[in-house]
């Protein structure tokens, strides 16, 4: 399905014949085979969550976390490559301190999408770098309200009320476009994503260990990024895992038909 | 600005003496050692702290003085740092708005890193005195002197840390004019309980006492106070609240009253 890009795909440098970029879109491919990465901006608040395929029974559990905070009112996680990503949150934290000086004001998250979206397209331009290998997904909540971005490994950058990155984002992309995300709240967004994750991830999460991450900037959680309550995340799991025997249940009773 | 060219053959000493302070001539001469001196403009006067049964408790008044004026009556002088300290700061207020913007860095990066564990009172105060100590050697001091105070994990913490970066822990803490009027009385009061902590109430009369008798003592003072707790139920750091005293002996003086 891929074009070869033969001689046209050696460095960011580089135009093909047809006006594409060939390091940026396989710096994309990179990206497609992370787990699992969803953000949902609900009324109130936004939900960040990444399912993680935890590839050694040596790791700590619940000890490498992904989703990281930038200054308090901003979560940031970087589904792709895990190095690049954490370049990249060093870059955001950094940014967020020094608009935080100059200003004495908590960046907003127009700015700080802005600032990291330039950040990865100056990747793009030297043969002398490669782009960074991951998407990132910046979710605040200032002045103007919860808001969610996107940048992807070109700098482009757009805000959403709901993305998908990683395995079988298509399908949980048309999850998602089911919500009704003007409505929904944050507490309800955490049921809806757990619930998108497992019956999406469902066949390539049974038998293997994994981990999922949930975190939210809501008013229940007073603005700030943190982990989204355990007791929710059971409760969203629980019921998740609920609906995906109803889903189950479902079949065989079509087969008996 | 016209600085004198030290290289020129006629240089008019006396003439330089007048447009310039030791200062400026000291650093002209590369001989002399390079200082920064300082002097603090705006300022707060007494910070007064002790432990009590529940955590500890500090009190500062609401005044920034600019030399002998009044200036800014309604300035906070403590600030919350976390759920579990408290600094209280005298000396050059810029330079504790400083201190302020310090530990907002610190507690963001703290956030970010997110460690499990907040940083302790401790912890906090070592963080001050390495940076109070570090500017006192560059001789360029942040003109201040600072209380730490905190409750984690069941136990107190008080600390001073100063501009020269000297450090001491105690059980009674006070800074300025109440390191000469207030320590004694915080002392006895204390001292002589033997360990028994000081309760809530007993406390917060003898701050208030001290506060009264620096209010009567310290001319750069002001009866508008501010009190904060800090035990295991967090932070609180009161409104604004002012003594009862007793001026009317005034009346009988010449001068003041007959």
Same mark, same amino acid.
């Given at each position: 399905?891929?074009?070869?890009?033969?001689?046209?795909?050696?460095?960011?440098?580089?135009?093909?014949?047809?006006?594409?970029?060939?390091?940026?879109?396989?710096?994309? /491919? +990179?990206?497609?085979?992370?787990?699992?990465?969803?953000?949902?901006?609900? @009324? #109130?608040?936004?939900? %960040?969550? &990444? =399912?993680?395929?935890?590839?050694?029974?040596?790791?700590?559990?619940?000890?490498?976390?992904?989703?990281?905070?930038?200054?308090?009112?901003?979560?940031?996680?970087?589904?792709?490559?895990?190095?690049?990503? /954490? +370049?990249?949150?060093?870059?955001?934290?950094?940014?967020?301190?020094?608009? @935080? #000086?100059?200003?004495? %004001?908590? &960046? =907003?998250?127009?700015?700080?999408?802005?600032?990291?979206?330039?950040?990865?397209?100056?990747?793009?331009?030297?043969?002398?770098?490669?782009?960074?290998?991951?998407?990132?997904?910046?979710?605040?909540?200032?002045?103007?309200?919860?808001?969610?971005?996107?940048?992807?490994?070109?700098?482009?950058?757009?805000?959403?009320?709901?993305?998908?990155?990683?395995?079988?984002?298509?399908?949980?992309?048309?999850?998602?476009?089911?919500?009704?995300?003007?409505?929904?709240?944050?507490?309800?967004?955490?049921?809806?994503?757990?619930?998108?994750?497992?019956?999406?991830?469902?066949?390539?999460?049974?038998?293997?260990?994994?981990?999922?991450?949930?975190?939210?900037?809501?008013?229940?959680?007073?603005?700030?990024?943190?982990?989204?309550?355990?007791?929710?995340?059971?409760?969203?799991?629980?019921?998740?895992?609920?609906?995906?025997?109803?889903?189950?249940?479902?079949?065989?009773?079509?087969?008996?038909? | 600005?016209?600085?004198?060219?030290?290289?020129?053959?006629?240089?008019?000493?006396?003439?330089?003496?007048?447009?310039?302070?030791?200062?400026?001539?000291?650093?002209?001469?590369?001989?002399?050692?390079?200082?920064?001196?300082?002097?603090?403009?705006?300022?707060?006067?007494?910070?007064?702290?002790?432990?009590?049964?529940?955590?500890i408790?500090?009190?500062?008044?609401?005044?920034?003085?600019?030399?002998?004026?009044?200036?800014?009556?309604?300035?906070?002088?403590?600030?919350?740092v976390g759920?579990s300290t408290i600094i209280?700061?005298?000396?050059?207020?810029?330079?504790?708005?400083?201190?302020?913007?310090?530990?907002?860095?610190?507690?963001?990066?703290?956030?970010?890193?997110?460690?499990?564990?907040?940083l302790a009172p401790e912890n906090i105060y070592?963080?001050?005195?390495?940076?109070?100590?570090?500017?006192?050697?560059?001789?360029?001091?942040?003109?201040?002197?600072?209380?730490v105070g905190g409750f984690q994990?069941?136990k107190s913490f008080l600390g001073?840390?100063?501009?020269?970066?000297?450090?001491?822990?105690?059980?009674?803490?006070?800074?300025?004019?109440?390191?000469?009027?207030?320590?004694?009385?915080?002392?006895?009061?204390?001292?002589?309980?033997?360990?028994?902590?000081?309760?809530?109430?007993?406390?917060?009369?003898?701050?208030?006492?001290?506060?009264?008798?620096?209010?009567?003592?310290?001319?750069?003072?002001?009866?508008?106070?501010?009190?904060?707790?800090v035990?295991?139920?967090?932070?609180?750091?009161?409104?604004?609240?002012?003594?009862?005293?007793?001026?009317?002996?005034?009346?009988?003086?010449?001068?003041?009253?007959?």
């Open positions: 399905m891929s074009s070869i890009g033969t001689g046209y795909d050696l460095s960011s440098s580089t135009y093909s014949l047809d006006g594409r970029i060939f390091q940026v879109e396989y710096a994309m /491919k +990179a990206v497609d085979n992370s787990g699992l990465c969803i953000g949902v901006r609900a @009324k #109130d608040g936004v939900v %960040l969550a &990444i =399912s993680k395929l935890v590839h050694s029974k040596l790791l700590v559990p619940k000890s490498n976390k992904r989703i990281a905070s930038v200054d308090q009112h901003i979560g940031m996680v970087c589904p792709g490559l895990v190095a690049d990503g /954490k +370049a990249l949150i060093k870059r955001a934290r950094l940014e967020a301190q020094n608009y @935080k #000086d100059n200003y004495r %004001l908590p &960046i =907003s998250g127009k700015m700080i999408a802005d600032r990291m979206g330039q950040f990865v397209q100056a990747y793009t331009l030297y043969s002398s770098v490669r782009p960074f290998g991951c998407s990132t997904l910046i979710a605040t909540y200032d002045e103007v309200g919860p808001s969610l971005y996107m940048i992807d490994p070109s700098g482009v950058y757009w805000g959403y009320f709901g993305c998908a990155v990683g395995k079988n984002k298509q399908i949980a992309k048309a999850e998602i476009e089911k919500l009704k995300l003007k409505e929904i709240t944050a507490r309800e967004a955490v049921m809806e994503v757990a619930r998108i994750i497992y019956s999406v991830m469902e066949d390539d999460i049974k038998d293997r260990d994994y981990e999922i991450e949930y975190t939210w900037i809501c008013d229940e959680s007073n603005k700030k990024h943190t982990e989204v309550p355990s007791d929710l995340v059971e409760e969203a799991e629980k019921k998740a895992k609920e609906s995906l025997d109803d889903d189950d249940d479902d079949d065989d009773m079509d087969d008996d038909e | 600005m016209n600085y004198p060219n030290p290289f020129a053959d006629a240089i008019d000493y006396q003439r330089m003496e007048q447009h310039y302070d030791q200062e400026a001539l000291d650093s002209l001469n590369a001989i002399s050692p390079m200082t920064r001196t300082q002097q603090p403009i705006v300022t707060g006067t007494s910070v007064l702290a002790v432990k009590y049964k529940d955590g408790m500090m009190t500062t008044d609401c005044l920034a003085s600019y030399g002998s004026l009044a200036r800014f009556r309604n300035v906070e002088r403590m600030l919350k759920d209280g700061a005298s000396g050059d207020i810029s330079d504790f708005q400083y201190i302020t913007y310090l530990m907002d860095k610190l507690m963001t990066k703290e956030y970010n890193a997110n460690n499990g564990q907040p070592e963080y001050l005195s390495q940076v109070m100590y570090q500017r006192r050697n560059k001789f360029d001091p942040l003109w201040n002197a600072l209380v994990d069941g001073y840390v100063n501009l020269r970066g000297t450090t001491y822990q105690s059980e009674t803490i006070a800074t300025g004019y109440g390191a000469y009027i207030a320590q004694p009385l915080l002392r006895n009061a204390v001292e002589k309980r033997n360990g028994e902590p000081l309760t809530e109430e007993e406390a917060k009369k003898l701050l208030d006492d001290c506060m009264r008798v620096l209010f009567y003592r310290d001319a750069r003072s002001l009866n508008k106070l501010q009190r904060a707790t035990t295991a139920a967090g932070v609180n750091i009161s409104e604004p609240y002012s003594l009862e005293t007793e001026w009317a002996f005034a009346e009988n003086i010449r001068g003041y009253g007959a």
